[in-house]
């Protein structure tokens, strides 16, 4: 499988561009806080924000958190991830999905 190229994406560099217009929901989660010195993760459309996750811990625990939403998508447009806790690879440490509704 070829994890990089999909039917409807690419990934390029630190970003997954549409090549098929389209509805999709879109979920991601990460480990935030304290523990992780990460307070906030954005989820970015064409380099503007349009949704987030935030704690304001000021312990030493960390929480998974986790956010989904729908947006219609055009070819040629572009989401980011900023923040979060995205290392080693570990699916307990971070998540992202994105599927096409079909109508």
């Not at 998974?64 to 989401?79: H, M, P, Q, V, W």
């Amino acid at each position: 499988n070829d994890y990089f190229v999909k039917e409807n994406f690419v990934m390029a560099f630190d970003r997954l561009i549409c090549l098929i217009d389209g509805e999709y929901s879109i979920s991601w989660a990460s480990i935030l806080g304290d523990a992780v010195s990460v307070t906030a993760s954005f989820l970015k459309l064409n380099g503007t924000n349009c949704t987030s996750l935030y704690t304001n811990d000021a312990g030493s625990s960390y929480w998974r958190l986790r956010n989904e939403l729908t947006l219609i998508l055009k070819r040629g447009d572009y989401l980011q991830i900023y923040g979060g806790y995205f290392a080693s690879n570990n699916p307990q440490h971070s998540m992202f999905r994105i599927t096409k509704i079909v109508q």
